[in-house]
């Protein structure tokens, strides 16, 4: 209960009048948005009395949520405005509690990480090339932060919290997906229109198929967990069923490398490799970009402008990838060699936050310029690496390359530590969830979007939590055996 609640008289007087203005401004401009004025107020209203059912509600919104355009600045409704809500009630936590954040929490090593990240990210901005994008930018990771990092830490308590999370996101993600998929299959199913399918709901195809991808390990954790309830079983089955063919319809294939390579973390958890994954991964990376830079080797794989372009078909998109005459991949390798040519002027701190757009074009080399090389959507680096490293520097790129590692570390001594069955598949299901996340971001920068980031970073803030719940396990477990050895 927070303390900015109304008296009975004063609360019906301001429900009449929020009503007739409601009315009022919708008669006079045809406004639609007017309507939701009521809506608006009964949700602060919810706040006030029970913030946390109000916390499950933003959850239910996220996969609803489309992007809107109000001028020259955009939104997501109806999830944006509530983030907002959520850092007035942030602030408001704050002030009237001394010691708000537990010392578990504060020592947590993610925790730490996301702090070192935010910190640069003010750093970078000051810096910034862009001050006032990279000041917007900042704003939005504020309530970012705090809606799917912070406020978890109040609101999943107990295993029913977990469980209702799952359902208040699978159900209206259900939901669109099914819309999706009927209007694509009035299309025939088509690739080269799969983006007019999943508008307004998602804003492209890389998208839609990113939060699939990720969300669909849990949904593979569910089943596992419902042991012995055969119908519910079957249902679930299904699901899966359904959300691995859309992944393939969305023609995405960052997103079916992801699906892969979550499970295959979810193994490797299992069998204690999961260290071994990223520091890899990371060899392979530098050893790759060692051998391109090189005399310029990458040179050697320009594209021929006249056939590189978009498919037809998916199977020719596919091909096409493999002989690197596809337009998209070429077009990342564009931006990834603008990129890192960026970096050597701006090392340390960038560019600044939402800056990459305004200055890379003279860093590209023309020889990989395709047909979308003109980015009229402004889209960036295409990569979360390179993403980091040209808006805010090594620093930045270095922190999130450490933030992976110590993400899956913590996962494998967590799932090691719990012997409750429920919280073990849990900490693999959101260890396969960031994995996912992870692939989409190597060819993406979707972390930023609310939809993505609200998986990623919840993911992070729940294995947090899970953490400290697996060391309470321990000691409990510890304390009982030494009163039975007594």
Same mark, same amino acid.
């Given at each position: 209960?927070?303390?900015?609640?109304?008296?009975?008289?004063?609360?019906?007087?301001?429900?009449?009048?929020?009503?007739?203005?409601?009315?009022?401004?919708?008669?006079?401009?045809?406004?639609?948005?007017?309507?939701?004025?009521?809506?608006?107020?009964?949700?602060?209203?919810?706040?006030?009395?029970?913030?946390?059912?109000?916390?499950?509600?933003?959850?239910?919104?996220?996969?609803?949520?489309?992007? @809107?355009?109000?001028?020259?600045?955009?939104?997501?409704?109806?999830?944006?405005?509530?983030?907002?809500?959520?850092?007035?009630?942030?602030?408001?936590?704050?002030?009237?509690?001394?010691?708000?954040?537990?010392?578990?929490?504060?020592?947590?090593? *993610?925790?730490?990480?996301?702090?070192?990240?935010?910190?640069? %990210?003010?750093?970078?901005?000051?810096?910034?090339?862009? *001050?006032? *994008?990279?000041?917007?930018?900042?704003?939005?990771?504020?309530?970012?932060?705090?809606?799917?990092?912070?406020?978890?830490?109040?609101?999943?308590?107990?295993?029913?919290?977990?469980?209702?999370?799952? #359902?208040?996101?699978?159900?209206? %993600?259900?939901?669109?997906?099914?819309?999706?998929?009927?209007?694509?299959?009035?299309?025939?199913?088509?690739?080269?229109?799969?983006?007019?399918?999943? +508008?307004?709901?998602?804003?492209?195809?890389?998208?839609?198929?990113?939060?699939?991808?990720?969300?669909?390990?849990?949904?593979?954790?569910?089943?596992?967990?419902?042991?012995?309830?055969?119908?519910?079983?079957?249902?679930?089955?299904?699901?899966?069923?359904?959300?691995?063919?859309?992944?393939?319809?969305?023609?995405?294939?960052?997103?079916?490398?992801?699906?892969?390579?979550?499970?295959?973390? &979810?193994?490797? @958890?299992?069998?204690?490799?999961?260290?071994?994954? +990223?520091?890899?991964?990371?060899?392979? %990376?530098?050893?790759?970009?060692?051998?391109?830079?090189?005399?310029?080797?990458?040179?050697?794989?320009?594209?021929?402008?006249?056939?590189?372009?978009?498919?037809?078909?998916?199977?020719?998109?596919?091909?096409?990838?493999?002989?690197?005459?596809?337009?998209?991949? +070429?077009?990342? @390798?564009?931006?990834?060699?603008? &990129?890192?040519?960026?970096?050597?002027?701006?090392?340390?701190?960038?560019?600044?936050?939402?800056?990459?757009?305004?200055?890379?074009?003279?860093?590209?080399?023309?020889?990989?310029?395709?047909?979308?090389?003109?980015?009229?959507?402004?889209?960036?680096?295409?990569?979360?690496?390179?993403?980091?490293?040209?808006?805010?520097?090594?620093?930045? +790129?270095?922190?999130?390359?450490?933030?992976?590692?110590?993400?899956?570390?913590?996962?494998?001594?967590?799932?090691?530590?719990?012997?409750?069955?429920?919280?073990?598949?849990?900490?693999?299901?959101?260890?396969?969830?960031?994995?996912?996340?992870?692939?989409?971001?190597?060819?993406?920068?979707?972390?930023?979007?609310?939809?993505? &980031?609200?998986?990623?970073?919840?993911? @992070?803030?729940?294995?947090?939590?899970?953490?400290?719940?697996?060391?309470?396990?321990?000691?409990? #477990?510890?304390?009982?055996?030494?009163?039975?050895?007594?």
């Amino acid at each position: 209960m927070l303390p900015f609640q109304l008296d009975n008289k004063l609360g019906k007087a301001l429900s009449l009048a929020i009503l007739f203005i409601s009315v009022a401004l919708f008669s006079f401009t045809g406004n639609y948005i007017a309507l939701a004025l009521p809506f608006i107020y009964l949700f602060v209203l919810l706040v006030g009395a029970n913030w946390k059912t109000a916390y499950w509600i933003l959850l239910f919104t996220i996969p609803f949520s489309f992007l @809107i355009y109000l001028g020259p600045l955009s939104t997501t409704l109806p999830d944006e405005p509530i983030m907002w809500v959520f850092l007035l009630v942030f602030v408001v936590l704050l002030a009237s509690t001394p010691k708000l954040f537990p010392d578990w929490w504060l020592k947590n090593r *993610l925790v730490l990480i996301i702090a070192l990240q935010f910190v640069w %990210m003010l750093v970078a901005v000051i810096f910034s090339q862009e *001050l006032l *994008l990279s000041v917007k930018f900042t704003l939005a990771k504020c309530w970012f932060l705090i809606s799917f990092f912070i406020m978890p830490l109040f609101v999943f308590k107990e295993k029913k919290d977990f469980k209702k999370a799952f #359902l208040l996101l699978l159900v209206p %993600m259900l939901i669109t997906v099914i819309i999706i998929m009927i209007r694509h299959a009035g299309m025939g199913f088509n690739f080269r229109r799969v983006e007019r399918a999943i +508008m307004p709901i998602y804003y492209n195809h890389v998208e839609y198929s990113t939060v699939l991808s990720m969300f669909f390990p849990l949904i593979v954790i569910a089943y596992l967990l419902n042991k012995g309830k055969t119908g519910l079983r079957i249902i679930l089955f299904g699901i899966i069923l359904f959300f691995l063919v859309a992944i393939y319809l969305s023609y995405a294939r960052a997103a079916m490398v992801a699906v892969v390579f979550a499970l295959l973390v &979810g193994v490797a @958890i299992r069998m204690r490799l999961v260290n071994w994954i +990223m520091p890899g991964i990371y060899v392979v %990376m530098i050893l790759l970009m060692g051998y391109m830079a090189n005399n310029n080797t990458y040179l050697d794989h320009t594209p021929d402008f006249q056939k590189t372009y978009m498919r037809r078909t998916f199977t020719e998109h596919v091909i096409a990838t493999f002989k690197g005459q596809d337009m998209s991949s +070429m077009e990342r @390798i564009y931006r990834w060699v603008a &990129g890192v040519r960026m970096s050597k002027e701006h090392p340390i701190v960038g560019v600044g936050p939402n800056a990459f757009y305004y200055y890379y074009k003279p860093y590209a080399v023309s020889s990989f310029r395709t047909y979308v090389s003109r980015n009229f959507e402004q889209s960036t680096t295409h990569n979360y690496f390179l993403y980091m490293l040209v808006e805010q520097g090594w620093p930045a +790129m270095i922190l999130y390359a450490i933030l992976l590692y110590v993400f899956f570390a913590q996962a494998q001594k967590v799932y090691f530590r719990f012997k409750d069955r429920f919280y073990k598949l849990v900490t693999m299901g959101i260890a396969m969830v960031f994995a996912a996340g992870f692939v989409n971001n190597f060819f993406s920068e979707l972390l930023e979007t609310h939809k993505v &980031g609200c998986l990623f970073f919840i993911s @992070i803030s729940l294995l947090v939590i899970l953490d400290k719940k697996s060391k309470d396990e321990q000691a409990a #477990l510890a304390k009982d055996e030494d009163a039975v050895i007594r």
